[in-house]
């Protein structure tokens, strides 16, 4: 008689309510290398040292205080997008077509360029490096967090072409909504929720069961890496601040290295491990207006909702199914994969990735 397969496994999402099948003998690990970007020659890359003249001016950057603006001698450095989806000038003017609803595409659209070294990796940044970068995220976010008009910023990052990255180049993008999208105010009503019934934080509420189960990739003095309960995509890795916290942007310049150390072993563990796969890495911070539905006299969005970082290796592909129902099907369970990541980091630390 033929082999009878493993059924499949249902997993409930407790932040979204969606619900993920996993299917272990579904997942096939892409055979062909795919390229990371647009692979440019240095000197045609806009984002290389040297080319500064090919972008816009910066906006900000991390460099030597004798060195002028728009010149070699960076280290970090922040620009407009030249193909900004939204633009910072105008007015919103809401207004409605019947039944439709529109605006002017008003918000902010910047482009972080990580490093003038053209064929960097954000996996092989050291620590203080790293640390740069997530210094210019969080001082992006608090200068955009002065415009009034925005409700929301994104702050993320597409490696590969997978992800949806252009160039090749290291690079990480920051966007700011006029809007609340929905799957933000989906995860803030959930979370609203469960705060309503027990009167604490559902994301610490999972953190503390994480830390004692088989989920738990790495942790450090305050931050604890796990893979989530109901994973969309295999190997899909969270990254949580230990003490409760609503807003990235208040994260303290004490935290930044070990932020710094917790993203750096995560990315360099799952390239291990998957043989450099396409990734999105995106920051989950609460909105810069908190609407009133979600701000009572008993609580305030602060006490409820916890940022975080989601990394998502594009590993599979999303097909008509996904799309259809909003189920996801994963083909390997967090815990295989979870074990997966420690036993890589132990050998890359030299010792347990658990305190």
Known sequence: MPRLKLMSVLRKDPLSYGWV???????QRPTA???????????????????????????????????KPNSRGW???????????????GNLERRGEGLYDMMNGVGAHEVIVETPDHYGRMSQFDTAKLR??????????????KDKRFRYIQVFRNYGV???????????????LPVLPRWVRDEIQ??????????????????EQDRKGKRLVYENDDFIVT???ASRMPFETWIYPRVHQSEFHELADSALDSLADALRITLLTLEQALGDPHYNLIFHSAPCQPEKQYNTRRAQICDYYHWHIEIIPRVTELAGFEYGTG????????????????????KLIGGSPLR
């Not at 099948?21 to 997942?27: R, S």
């Not at 795919?34 to 045609?44: K, S, Y």
């Not at 469960?194 to 999972?206: A, H, P, S, T, V």
């Open 33 to 67: 290398p795919c390229p990371v970007g647009e692979d440019l020659a240095p000197a045609d890359c806009p984002f290389c040292e040297g080319n500064e003249d090919r972008t816009p001016p910066e906006i900000r950057a991390i460099r030597p205080v004798e060195s």
């Open 227 to 229: 893979e989530p309960f």
């Open 132 to 145: 740069d970068v997530l210094w210019m995220y969080r001082e992006r976010v608090q200068d955009l967090l």
């Open 327 to 346: 189920f996801y099907v994963n083909s390997v369970f967090p815990e295989k994969a979870a074990a997966q990541l420690r036993d890589h980091i132990s």
């Open 162 to 176: 997978r992800a949806g990255a252009r160039l090749h180049h290291p690079h990480s993008q920051v966007i700011a």
């Open 75 to 89: 280290q970090v450095r922040t620009i407009p997008n030249q193909f900004a989806v939204l633009r910072i000038e």
């Open 21 to 27: 099948i996993f299917a272990e003998e579904t997942y």
């Open 190 to 207: 959930h979370a609203f929720e469960y705060w309503g019934i027990k009167e604490r934080c559902i994301f610490c509420d999972i953190l």
